[in-house]
Nanobody
Framework: KVQLAESGGGSVQAGGSLRLSCAAS????????MGWFRQAPGKEREGVAY???????SYVDSVKGRFTISKDNARKILYLQMNNLRPEDSGMYYC????????????????????????WGTGTAVTISS
């Protein structure tokens, strides 16, 4: 059974930093795609950062230059370093993973267009005050 457990959320002021961690029960070095998603109250969940099996990152425009996704394959941990945080970055942050590039017979590239992640953590809350 694949398990993902996030930690590192908290409350900081705008301009501050947080580092989120996601401990995985699977070997992250062979996981096709992993990502960080967030959901603010009353809004839809959105992907913010992705990392492919080879460690190649991709980001949505709103976090480029501020967030960095990385992984430690030996420790099976996914990270999200968040700098220069803004109030609009507040929300519940989720770690997700998928072992396969295929879904319903369709090939997906790991990145912002990657939909239907197979496995999800339970989330960690991030609150940014102005």
């Amino acid at each position: 059974k694949v398990q993902l457990a996030e930690s590192g959320g908290g409350s900081v002021q705008a301009g501050g930093s947080l580092r989120l961690s996601c401990a995985a029960s699977i070997y992250t070095g062979s996981t096709y795609c992993m990502g960080w998603f967030r959901q603010a109250p009353g809004k839809e969940r959105e992907g913010v950062a992705y990392i492919d099996m080879g460690g190649g990152p991709s980001y949505v425009d709103s976090v480029k230059g501020r967030f960095t996704i990385s992984k430690d394959n030996a420790r099976k941990i996914l990270y999200l370093q968040m700098n220069n945080l803004r109030p609009e970055d507040s929300g519940m942050y989720y770690c997700a993973a998928d072992l396969s590039p295929y879904h319903d017979g369709r090939h997906r590239t790991c990145g912002p267009d990657f939909d239907d992640m197979a496995y999800w953590g339970t989330g960690t809350a991030v609150t940014i005050s102005s």
